[in-house]
């Protein structure tokens, strides 16, 4: 397993525990981390703050990577998730992450999140 994939790793298993300490481990000083649709932010201390989402949500999400690929300084995932509202109902989702890192660490990431009301595709 490559190094960057092993900080891919790593920072998903933090985001399943809520781990700001093992996240922000995987990160450059100058993070920068788009949401399609959402928002974009850079720098370690505004993500720090949006690690947790929006407030409806109960922490941590369910994240199971479907595939990891690997070219150069970019890993691309595929992932499916699963967030707890407070109100008690979850929020299904897939997921499609680019990671491009430098030294080992993750100086972007780029993802478009889709919810998925019916099923798997929909």
Known sequence: ????????????????????????????????????????????????KAIDGAPEFIDPPELEVVRLVEQDDV??????????????????MSMAEVFRMRDGKICERRAWVIPLNENDYR
Do not use: P
């Not at 790793?9 to 788009?34: A, M, P, V």
């Not at 998730?81 to 929020?91: D, M």
């Open 1 to 48: 397993m490559s190094r960057n994939i092993e900080t891919v790793n790593t920072y998903l298993d933090g985001f399943r525990k809520n781990d700001h300490e093992q996240i922000l481990s995987c990160l450059t000083e100058d993070i920068r981390w788009t949401v399609f649709g959402a928002f974009q932010l850079t720098g370690k201390e505004a993500y720090d």
């Open 75 to 92: 890993v691309m995932a595929e992932i499916n998730g699963t967030a707890k509202r407070a109100a008690g109902e979850e929020v299904r």
